[in-house]
């Protein structure tokens, strides 16, 4: 099959969270499968290009129609880890994409408009059929609202589009001048069916389009699919999504084996497997040496996220002061992008400078991370809601303990020691239900005492975790599945 895989985020070269891993080890897993898979990204100033190999300019008279003009795009293609990629790089004044950050700017849905029209021009004009368009997130919604509104007409009649939704939370809500600029109909869009926001009167909601005119919608979790449709983590597009319910569905993302193992990565100094955990301990002494804790008999504990409400900005702090209370360590890896927060947790790290049980990192930093899922016993997620999440996956895969919520992804991977109804060898971790430092305290207690009085019990808890596939084997069928779907 011939995928295209049109996405704001691809890890390495353009990552800010989850959607850039999953672009990338969904792709290469799908390549792997014998697909012929290709990405078109834009060209950011702020890329890692070092990651890019073979860079060169590959077209470069490609004109998008914009508003009332056309604006001249180089498209720029090398491969990353293997893919075949493509880099839109539009030589216009406002210079959409060379602002030094990925998202964050006062014209984001412009950008992101222009973005998705340059992407299906690019197809169009180089000739390109694909089987499968998958889009991702709000940032690219407009692509099947304007295959079937403009492209479909002249000639872009073979591609589906599948989307995926990987966070409601963000839905690109902006005003009618984007369809406009972006060559729609506002008249045609602005009613309920299709791309009329729901709550803000004459607003437009791009990832509301890319549902209405998909041929296929997912989430990131099943479980995520159930609460967006049937509860206020909808934001607003349960009507819509229930409405589709026959094309909408969730397939849990995967974690990249290559990139996250703990047998031949060379982010730690300790290489190990399920069948021989000790060198986990040498890990763990790495990770106190580097973060300068002391070495002591205790459990680290230990949080690996941005730093943001949805989460759980409270909790996590909480975290912090149970787990010193408690006989643990606790060390933090974070970085947040609302200045509030930021102040937040740079006031934390102050006040706890001196104790020696504890460390904060406030930033960004993907070789530290490695050492943490390594080093540390349990990985701490508190989030409000998680459409999927990588770092409980991750931490199984690293023979760390995941305390999570009972959200999300969350609750579709982690299944609690003591009260899950699944067999006692898939039982991998603490899950509490209420978004309180009550509930927080009751998993993560029963965590650290478990540590602490039945130590065989609690490797057999990181035992389950390392035995779990959760590969793209999967997920990758699982997509397979839905192209064949829509492609029927
Ligand atoms: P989200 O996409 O909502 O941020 P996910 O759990 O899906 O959350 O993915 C987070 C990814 O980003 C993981 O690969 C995690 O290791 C990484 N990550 C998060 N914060 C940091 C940080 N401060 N430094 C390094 N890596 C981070």
């Not at 504890?358 to 989030?383: F, K, N, Q, R, T």
Request: with cysteine; net charge negative; glycine share 8%.
């Amino acid at each position: 099959m011939y995928i295209v895989m049109v996405s704001p985020e691809c890890a390495p070269v353009a990552k800010v969270g989850g959607l850039g891993d999953v672009v990338h080890g969904l792709s290469r897993e799908l390549a792997l499968r014998g697909n012929a898979v290709e990405l078109v990204l834009p060209m950011y100033d702020c890329m890692h290009t070092e990651r890019i190999e073979d860079l060169h300019r590959a077209y470069a008279d490609l004109w998008v129609p914009f508003h009332d003009i056309s604006i001249h795009c180089d498209v720029y293609s090398g491969r990353v880890d293997g893919l075949s990629c493509f880099f839109i790089k539009p030589n216009s004044a406002e210079r959409f994409f060379e602002r030094g950050r990925y998202y964050g700017e006062s014209d984001d849905a412009e950008r992101f408009a222009f973005f998705s029209r340059a992407c299906l021009e690019f197809l169009l004009k180089s000739d390109k059929h694909p089987d499968i368009i998958h889009c991702h997130d709000w940032q690219t919604a407009l692509v099947p609202v304007l295959l079937y509104e403009i492209y479909n007409g002249i000639g872009m009649t073979h591609p589906r589009v599948c989307y995926t939704l990987h966070n409601v939370g963000h839905q690109g809500v902006t005003g009618e001048h984007i369809l406009r600029q972006a060559g729609l109909d506002p008249t045609a869009m602005m009613i309920p069916e299709r791309l009329l926001d729901h709550t803000h009167a004459d607003a437009v909601n791009l990832m509301k389009g890319g549902i209405v005119y998909s041929n296929f919608t997912t989430t990131v979790s099943p479980r995520y699919m159930e609460e967006i449709r049937h509860s206020e983590l909808g934001e607003g597009l349960q009507d819509t999504l229930n409405h589709h319910a026959g094309k909408v569905g969730g397939v849990l993302n995967g974690v990249d084996y290559e990139a996250w193992n703990p047998q031949s990565d060379p982010h730690i100094p300790a290489n190990y497997g399920v069948d021989d955990l000790t060198p986990k301990a040498d890990n763990r002494q790495a990770l106190r040496r580097r973060l300068l804790i002391r070495d002591l008999f205790k459990p680290i504990v230990a949080v690996v996220s941005r730093l943001d409400r949805q989460k759980g900005a409270d909790l996590i702090r909480h975290a912090a002061f149970f787990s010193l209370a408690n006989h643990a360590q606790f060390v933090l890896l974070g970085s947040a992008a609302e200045e509030e927060l930021n102040a937040a947790f740079w006031g934390l790290k102050h006040y706890l400078n001196d104790n020696q049980d504890c460390h904060l990192e406030i930033g960004y930093d993907e070789g530290l991370s490695h050492l943490i899922y390594a080093g540390a016993d349990m990985l701490v997620i508190p989030s409000v809601y998680e459409p999927c999440g990588l770092t409980q996956m991750i931490a199984m895969r690293y023979g760390t303990v995941p305390v999570v919520r009972n959200t999300g992804g969350l609750a579709d991977t982690v299944f609690d020691a003591n009260y899950s109804e699944v067999p006692f060898e898939q039982r991998n971790g603490y899950v509490f239900n209420d978004l309180t430092t009550d509930g927080l305290e009751s998993a993560l207690g029963r965590g650290i005492g478990l540590w602490y009085r039945y130590p065989e019990y609690f490797r057999q808890l990181r035992v389950n975790g390392m035995q779990r596939d959760l590969s793209w084997n999967h997920p990758g069928q699982d997509y397979m599945n839905i192209y064949e779907l829509i492609r029927a």
